[in-house]
């Protein structure tokens, strides 16, 4: 139960800085793993260390690939820490990572319904009706205001041969503050606080278990 409260703590501390200024002060990690670590020394079995060291080293090649950013990895990171636990065939930490991306599924399809109002925006792009269905999707309009706020994100839009065309590609070239740009309203690729889905795939986790165990039939909680 300790356990679980601390990472809960951890992670609701850190939801709350990323959704008010996007950046999240190590101490909030470093707390977080110390105290686990003091409530967690004897819960660092030897058949825990392939499962957390197999999930390390997926964590890593993602910061490699810069698919995540910094702060995203390290919560994950120090769910292993603050949650070890040797049931199941995944350790918390991942189970929550499988539980918080599959919530983060639903953003793209809110960004779409919150952009059916900016269709006639993409009239002035030169691209196939596919790639603006797209664009509704992964993209959005944005002010230098909104931009301040936002603060991680890429520009969607480019001028090719005197025409405007959008550049969706870019939303795959991972998380980075973007560059201030001198035309309003601009077409971004925005990214989301990721800590939010953390915290309530971290709470998924506590409620309904190991992810695989279910796709099984079984729940096995942790």
Wanted: with cysteine; aromatic share 12%; charged share 20%.
């Amino acid at each position: 139960m300790l356990p679980s409260l601390i990472s809960l703590f951890m992670l609701l501390a850190a939801a709350v800085q990323d959704i008010k200024s996007r950046e999240i002060s190590d101490f909030t990690w470093a707390i977080g793993c110390l105290l686990g670590l003091i409530v967690n020394l004897d819960n660092y079995g030897w058949s825990y260390l392939p499962k957390a060291l197999f999930f390390l080293a997926f964590l890593s090649a993602i910061w490699i690939t810069k698919l995540m950013g910094e702060a995203d990895i390290l919560a994950y990171a120090s769910l292993l820490v603050t949650q070890p636990s040797t049931a199941g065939y995944i350790p918390p930490a991942m189970a929550t990572f499988i539980y918080s991306n599959l919530l983060l599924m639903a953003a793209p399809i809110y960004n779409f319904i919150k952009n059916l109002k900016n269709m006639k925006m993409l009239d002035e792009f030169d691209e196939p009706y596919f790639r603006k269905i797209l664009a509704l999707f992964l993209a959005k309009p944005a002010y230098k205001k909104d931009l301040e706020r936002i603060k991680y994100y890429d520009i969607a839009e480019v001028i090719v041969n005197g025409r405007k065309k959008l550049d969706i590609s870019r939303s795959l070239s991972g998380i980075k503050k973007g560059e201030t740009p001198d035309r309003e309203p601009v077409w971004i690729i925005p990214t989301y606080p990721l800590m939010p889905f953390i915290l309530a795939g971290h709470i998924i986790t506590i409620l309904l278990g190991d992810p695989i165990a279910l796709i099984f039939g079984m729940k096995i909680s942790y």
